[in-house]
């Protein structure tokens, strides 16, 4: 069920870093067997600062719903990140954080 959000700078290739994200998700055997859960999206900023030069980033937000383990949480950041951290980018930062959905708030709705 996951959420995956990626903001990044507009020099990176969206539908590699959504291949990468998916990737990551679906290795992390977190989800649905034939990963039709896992959903992935990105967002690209023309304008950003990163300190005082610029260089390229990603960052990915993987929002699942609340009761997976800290265990659980830490493995899926990190196979997302070794997905991306594949492609080998000079000067560019690589971030990823898995936020909680809460379940009992959670509402869903699918035609």
């Known amino acids: 069920m996951p959420h995956c ?3 990044h ?3 990176l290739d969206a539908e590699t870093l959504i291949n990468r994200v998916y ?3 679906f290795e992390s055997g977190l989800f649905e067997i034939d990963g039709a859960d896992i959903k992935v999206r990105t967002v690209a900023y023309h304008h950003y600062c990163t300190g005082p030069s610029k260089s390229s980033f990603a960052h990915v937000e993987l929002k699942i719903l609340s009761g997976r ?3 659980m ?3 899926l950041s990190s196979t997302v990140l070794a997905k991306l ?3 080998d980018i000079a ?3 690589l971030t990823v954080e898995v936020v909680d959905i809460d379940r009992a ?3 869903k709705w699918v035609s």
């Open 5 to 7: 959000i990626v903001e």
């Open 9 to 11: 700078s507009t020099d």
């Open 23 to 25: 990737a990551g998700a």
């Open 69 to 71: 383990t800290l265990e």
């Open 73 to 75: 949480k830490q493995h």
């Open 85 to 87: 951290r594949l492609l």
């Open 91 to 93: 000067d560019c930062s």
């Open 105 to 107: 708030s959670y509402a």
